[in-house]
Nanobody
Framework: QVQLVESGGGLVQAGGSLRLSCAAS????????MGWYRQAPGKQRDLVAT???????NYVDSVKGRFTISRDNAKNTVYLQMNSLKFEDTAVYYC???????????WGQGIQVTVSS
């Protein structure tokens, strides 16, 4: 059983910063992809950023240059440093873990990020 526990969300003013963390536990294989997705009210869940166990990253265009994803493989933890936050970044952010090219796909419970304008 795999568990993903997110932390670090909250309320911040536009232009501010937040750092999200997601700790994974359970049967986690060394080769995997961890990532962050977000879902705004009334919208679908969308990719924000991913990082492979080898450190290769991918970002949605809207966060490039503002968000940085990183991971600590020894701690099975992925981070999302969010700078220059905008009102439109407001959403529930979900941690994701994919193993075996997505055949195993796990989600955290979600954490609220609210950016006030």
């Amino acid at each position: 059983q795999v568990q993903l526990v997110e932390s670090g969300g909250g309320l911040v003013q536009a232009g501010g910063s937040l750092r999200l963390s997601c700790a994974a536990s359970g049967s986690i294989f060394s080769t995997n992809v961890m990532g962050w997705y977000r879902q705004a009210p009334g919208k679908q869940r969308d990719l924000v950023a991913t990082i492979t166990s080898g450190g290769r990253t991918n970002y949605v265009d809207s966060v490039k240059g503002r968000f940085t994803i990183s991971r600590d493989n020894a701690k099975n933890t992925v981070y999302l440093q969010m700078n220059s936050l905008k009102f439109e970044d407001t959403a529930v952010y979900y941690c994701n873990l994919k193993i075996f090219n997505g055949r195993l796909d796990y989600w955290g419970q979600g954490i609220q990020v609210t950016v006030s304008s």
